[in-house]
């Protein structure tokens, strides 16, 4: 399936409005930090953008989606209103989730958005879970959770991919290559060259495509999709890509230069854009809009967290059991 | 009706757990049990006998060998609003499944603001007595009573066996069902038919007027055996609070307020155990009943050694129960 | 001695424990280092900064991102007399590693029947106070103490970071050390130079005849300010235990056959708790020396939320120990 | 290698004494239920004996063996006292555990025998750390660790494989895979045919053999410990095998019986004894004084442990933490 020209430009809009989301939450964390306040940890995604986007958009808005602690774009692209996931990084009674969970803890349950997750390779038994349930109540929804190249050290990476192997579950597992676990290169983590390769372990299709090229990416979600969706059983894909960032604020950058600039230059964004103008799918001045435009969403829902209230302490105890 | 049906009949723990998982599954089309071996094999303990010939292999579900993915799969169907059910074969294998537990399940709800609900409960044996040794006879709900999020019912009774486990299944929140495999051959009188029982109601399992002792599961049994074997000594009153999260202070508060003096009795190492708990919570809201020093008679803090000769050492018996109630009043004449 | 190595200087907690791994390094090549990201980059806390540079990538290990073989690895390499020393990022990642940790090196050597030594240490942050929500926050030790087999260490001060750790390393047996992320920034004047800390050793912080303050960890740090603020009011002993197993009863005895009052201040939730556990030791051991309830102010049983105006609600911080004292000792006057 | 007439004699000759060893302790575990006492959880390696033995035999003393809960056929292969392990299983103080362990957790320092264990796949994480002891300390000791073809569904297989790898550690990998973990059939657990193929998923050599016949055993584990031993690193061996028993004493038998007469008679035993009766290696007087030694040879150990004091729970406080 190829996208209509209104698509891609949609595409490239999410995109830039998940980097606009990734630099401003940075400069406000960094003003926070300057001020003496610690606002947490933030894991930036800037320069994967394309990962999400290109996944989600071969989703449906009932398909279950397990994110990570490096999700904020997975949590725009799956269309988690931007307020509300502004306000949750934030920490206000208005986030998506009432300011309980933070960065790593974003959840919107009215688009199946299963959270992020603190805990490396945390989602990945989880997801196990929705997919079952599909399967179990006969719809034909698909479960995609996403984790990174160390993630596929855990032992839960083994355990969700045999059972979805063995059940033929409809699961998407999406691996983010960026190359590092925090300061750890992927060298370190696994002695194959393709993560991907792991599949044959389970008897299931490994994929690796380029996870800085969003209709790549879109290509190779699609067919996992597709697969999971007719019943074939779960695949397991690896986008190799790269963050523009360390691996969270307070992290310093350890990372050789020539490689940051090498992949600088290949900028899932820039890409798109750079071939939107080249197939005169778009001119510059319409970049220029989509990117004004995504500022002043991000405006709009900065301002929305302001005005906000902090969440207060009188109800909490009500949260952790349900009644 | 028949008399057949209305007779009083016997059962034991397994046969009750397993009318219950029956009953609740039939009720609710999203109750689904999972498990290793519980299908065309019923469960290492019987447990899930018949119920995948009724239910079905979807919804009596045999796992691969990964207590972590289990785990894992019934959160996320619990997220997705299912009401899974989980066999872990004995206790002492979630420390495979821990983050799944205590990272996700536990916490999910709470992360989220309240949006997820996560009706699940994890059933498994646990205790010592088999000469099983280390791996295959804790007691483990100090973990899950010091991780807030999910609730503790540990039964004494085939009667709360069945009622405490369709109350467990029908809560909206990860339970953590342990139930005392030295209970296994335990065979009850029960009325027919179907019966809940509410978590956080403590039974006045014997009622007594000098010392007040709390026991639940096995120790609960043993702990009326030391009762009946000090009357006419001794008159003890034994409170069994059949859920430890949520926990029945009241009852116990009311006992301690006709015997002044608290005996706890439970099998798991006495360290930042149950009852500790019990002795903080009563203290802290009870201590002018007390007319002595409570006491706890824990496992002791060692893991369940194999030999009979040594295990028998470790975990509470009825002889170290009559000691410690006879201390706990010699000690109290002397000192009060 | 030149005036510079005998000059007091200021560290802080992680200089302090670099300085007690690379001392305990040269000392004993058996001590090895193990965790993600410990090696050239000297750890996300900086704790093995210059390590491997000076003992090699052999003895600072890097490790893939699985905690489960990290632990599994330095179980098995304690069995084979190696001494290692693990870093898990966050505490709250060992429930990636409870197998390993709980079934295998808290048990060995009980089910050898002694045969074989785990000298091992476990060194993790613990603690909430940095809006990093309910699963980078965790203070796990209760579920250690509950599970014997770990000797359980938690310094407060950087003196005692470097002296405990140094004698931790030298145990024979599995240590959790647990470091408190909110001391990151402390900076305390120390000795030059290499001092150890037996274990089971407390510390009385403050002197002070009203009441007996147990408090470790950042805890120990609010109950001295906690006790700073209340001068003239209410005379408050601060006594921390430094280690929880061994855990030193006699002077937390000796102490409230002063005051007669008790308040635990802890950090993680207080159902079954450490708080939970020095109750009721000192009910049983020293029942007649409380001149009232004895009082535990814990973490709330709560996850840790994210929102700093929630978190706060949820970990005791120093208004709720001078509230809580306030009221232990009107409730006394009431009471008593 | 090949083995000398003596060596293939001896090593039929352990293989007898295992199995031997399994018939007795059954036999003692019955009448000890039937008097109303449960003894304990028993798994017999009835039918595994080759295993065992042939890769013992191409191990040294000082290499380190980690076993599991069906670990009696391990622990005689390695060459634990007969007296100690009999001693173990049934109770006594004078058990290679003290009493501590029981059948499932035989432990033997002198030989290196790192433990049975109770968990399924919990030795596979401990391995590393023997293997990582020798690479430290510079000597060639190689480390063997068992397990089943359930526990390659545990998060500790990918775990312990990966970082082996990654290393180069000296670890035999020896999944003794007889078709079924408890009552659920292999295909339940993996959806390869082979589990060895799992070992592409880490970049390390996979190999299938034969695991009742005694020389493909032999031939496989030489080459794995060769291997190791070099410093090549791991491998993973799977060998097909089956048990002779249900899983284990309280687990009644629900295998086909048809299954289970077509492997009673590829059992390891008889086909080594028709091997050395057909080559003229021994003749069956020889045979049966072998069987009679080794029945000899258990009736004593029988007798040490029946003359052997129970532990005593006086010093129990003591064995917990070392000084
Ligand atoms: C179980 C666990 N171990 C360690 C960590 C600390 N940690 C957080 S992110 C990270 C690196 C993860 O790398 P990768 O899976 O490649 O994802 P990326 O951060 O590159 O997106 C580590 C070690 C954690 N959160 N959870
Ligand atoms: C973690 C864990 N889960 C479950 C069990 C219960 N159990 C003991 S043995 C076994 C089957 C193991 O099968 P396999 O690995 O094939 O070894 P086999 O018994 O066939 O030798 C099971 C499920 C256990 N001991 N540990
Ligand atoms: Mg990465
Ligand atoms: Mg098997």
Redesign the pocket.
């Known amino acids: 399936m190829r996208f209509s020209c209104e698509e891609l430009k949609e595409m490239y809009g999410t995109m830039v409005l998940i980097r606009e989301f990734e630099l401003s939450t940075i400069e406000v964390f960094a003003q926070r930090m300057r001020a003496g306040d610690f606002p947490g940890a933030l ?1 930036s995604s800037e320069g994967q953008e394309a990962i999400a986007v290109g996944v989600m958009s071969r989703l449906r808005p009932d398909d279950y989606v397990f994110s ?3 999700g904020h774009g997975h949590a725009i692209a799956k269309g988690i209103p931007l307020e509300r996931v502004t306000a949750e990084v934030h920490g206000r009674a208005t986030g998506a989730s009432r300011g309980f969970g933070g960065s790593m803890h974003l959840f919107w349950k009215p688009l199946n958005f299963m959270g992020g997750n ?5 989602g990945l038994p989880l997801a196990l879970g929705t997919a079952y349930a599909a399967v179990k109540r006969g719809t034909d929804q698909v479960t995609a959770v996403f ?6 050290s ?1 032992g839960a990476f083994h355990e969700s991919l045999n059972m979805a192997a063995l059940k033929r579950w409809p699961v998407v597992y999406v691996c ?3 190359l ?3 300061t ?1 290169h ?1 060298s370190g ?1 696994c002695p194959l060259e393709d993560i991907a390769d792991r599949a044959a372990a389970y008897g299931i299709p490994g994929v690796t495509a380029d996870g800085n090229d969003l209709l790549a990416v879109a290509d190779a979600a699609g067919a996992a999709v597709a697969r999971a969706r007719a019943g074939q059983g779960p695949t397991l894909i690896e986008f190799k890509t790269y ?1 523009h960032r360390a ?2 604020m307070v992290i310093p950058e350890h990372r050789p230069n020539q490689e940051r600039t090498a992949w600088r230059e290949r900028d899932p964004i820039q890409r798109l854009a750079a071939m939107l103008l080249s197939e005169g799918l778009a001119d510059q001045a319409q970049l220029d809009e989509i990117r004004r435009r995504a500022r002043e969403r991000l405006e709009q829902a900065l301002e929305f967290m302001r005005q906000s209230p902090l969440p207060q302490p009188a109800d909490i105890e009500e949260v952790l059991y349900a009644p | 009706m028949l008399p057949e049906t209305v007779a009083p009949r016997k059962l034991t723990p397994i046969k009750a757990m397993n009318e219950a998982l029956a009953e609740e599954m039939r009720r609710d089309e999203d109750v689904v049990l999972f498990g290793e071996d519980i299908g065309a094999y019923g469960g290492v303990w019987a447990l899930s006998k018949g119920l995948q010939k009724e239910f079905g292999p979807l919804r009596v579900f045999d796992t691969p060998l990964s207590e972590g993915a289990i785990v894992g799969t019934c959160t996320g169907a619990a997220m997705a609003g299912l009401r899974p059910v989980i066999e872990i074969m004995y206790v002492d294998f979630t420390t495979c499944a821990m ?1 799944p537990l205590m990272n996700q399940a536990a916490k999910i709800r709470f992360m989220s603001g309240g949006a997820f609900c996560l009706p699940m409960t994890i059933l498994a044996p646990c205790g010592a007595g088999t000469s099983e040794a280390a791996q295959h006879s804790q007691s483990l709900e100090a973990w899950f009573l010091s991780a807030p999020g999910f609730k503790v019912v540990m039964p004494s009774t085939v009667y709360d066996c069945k009622g405490l486990l369709k109350t467990a299944i029908r809560d909206n929140n990860p339970v953590l069902y342990l139930w005392h495999k030295a209970l296994y051959d335990l065979e009850e009188e029960v009325p027919p038919g179907e019966w809940t029982i509410p978590l956080g109601q403590a039974a006045v399992r014997r009622e007594g007027r000098d010392v007040t002792v709390v026991a639940y599961s096995l120790m609960a049994h043993r702990a009326l055996e030391a009762a009946e074997r000090l009357r006419g000594e001794i008159s003890v009153e034994v409170i069994d609070p059949r859920t430890l999260r949520p926990f029945d202070l009241d009852t116990i508060l009311a006992s301690l307020g006709k015997t002044g003096r608290l005996l706890v009795v439970h099998e798991s190492p006495t360290c930042c155990g149950a009852g500790a708990e019990i002795v903080r919570q009563v203290t802290d809201r009870g201590f002018d009943l007390l007319k002595q020093a409570p006491k706890v008679l824990g496992g002791r803090d060692l893991p369940i050694p194999f030999a009979k000769s040594l295990e028998n050492a470790v975990v509470p018996q009825v002889v170290d129960i009559v000691a410690a109630l006879r201390a706990l009043i010699s000690g109290g004449r002397v000192d009060g």
């Open positions: 894991h990570t602690y490096r603190g805990i490396v390779g945390g984790f990174g190249d160390g993630a596929a855990q983010e290559n960026n590092y676990a925090a750890t992927v983590n963050r691996h969270c | 983050d």
